[in-house]
């Protein structure tokens, strides 16, 4: 069921939004060679809690962390772990808060040092790609008109996004509906409409889109062991256009 939201309660969701962009902001100054995965998730958590939030990804789904940290070709949903991260990785940080009842989610892609040209580029177009699909969150336009730009533009790059997970709509629910896929037709799928609150996250791959289980049973790898990267922003649909709620 669609739940749109409030101005009073997508002010509260740019709060909680703001709190877990800065957050990030200081997990992604931390990253190098030589540093467990293990390390950003002890650190969210203790951040998380002292800005007045709690973790909203421990025990969703089994998870048994705060935050997914996904390395090359890991996509979404790795486990932090005793995983020493090395030069020429790249990492995904996808974290999420609950703050005031509201929930907040955001993922960015960093590279470990210095990376290849592929992985650069790969970091490069998915963000990009991300910024493209939240330019056609506005009223009138449609879920696949998001889709749709962002699978055109990665394919465009010779990448692929990856078919099988998505974003979601989120409130006072982790995952809400509508969901968001990377890719579609335009002018179909739902209608947006103002007071929709909704994360798009273009997960993409170098090489084929296909994935698999990771053998921890939680998280999600390219069929091919090919690199993944993965962007995330949670936006709020108003009149003005899409706000992103998760940047400070």
């Known amino acids: 069921m669609l739940t749109l939201k409030s101005p009073g309660e997508i002010e509260v969701m740019a709060e909680g939004g703001k709190l ?13 060679a030589g540093v467990p995965t293990k390390f950003f998730d002890e650190l ?20 048994p962390a705060t935050i997914c940290t996904s390395v090359n070709e890991e996509i979404v949903h790795g486990i932090p772990s005793e995983r020493i991260l ?3 990785d790249i990492l995904s940080l996808d974290i999420g808060m609950k703050y005031k009842g509201y929930h907040s989610d955001m993922a960015v892609t960093v590279p470990v040092g210095k990376v290849s040209s592929e992985a650069q580029r790969l970091i490069r177009v998915t ?4 910024k493209r699909g939240i330019k056609k969150a506005r009223i009138g336009n449609t879920l696949g008109d998001i889709g749709n730009t962002i699978q055109r533009y990665v394919e465009s790059q010779g990448f ?4 099988e997970l998505c974003g979601h709509g989120i409130g006072k629910e982790l995952h809400e509906d509508p969901q968001v896929l ?11 409409q103002e007071g929709m609150v ?10 084929d889109w296909r994935i698999k289980r990771s053998k921890d049973g939680q998280g999600f790898e390219t069929k091919d062991g090919s690199l993944s990267c993965h962007f995330e922003h949670e936006i709020a649909i108003t009149q003005k256009g899409p706000r992103i709620l998760t940047k400070e």
């Open 86 to 88: 090395r030069e020429g």
């Open 127 to 130: 963000k990009k790609a991300l």
């Open 160 to 163: 692929n996004v990856v078919r």
């Open 182 to 192: 990377n890719y579609g037709k335009r002018h179909k799928g739902l209608k947006i």
């Open 198 to 207: 909704f994360c798009i996250e273009p997960m993409v791959t170098i090489g």
């Open 20 to 32: 877990l962009a800065g957050i990030m902001k200081k997990l992604e100054e931390k990253v190098k």
């Open 44 to 63: 969210a958590e203790e951040l998380i809690f002292k800005c007045g939030g709690e973790p909203n990804f421990k025990g969703e789904g089994g998870f």
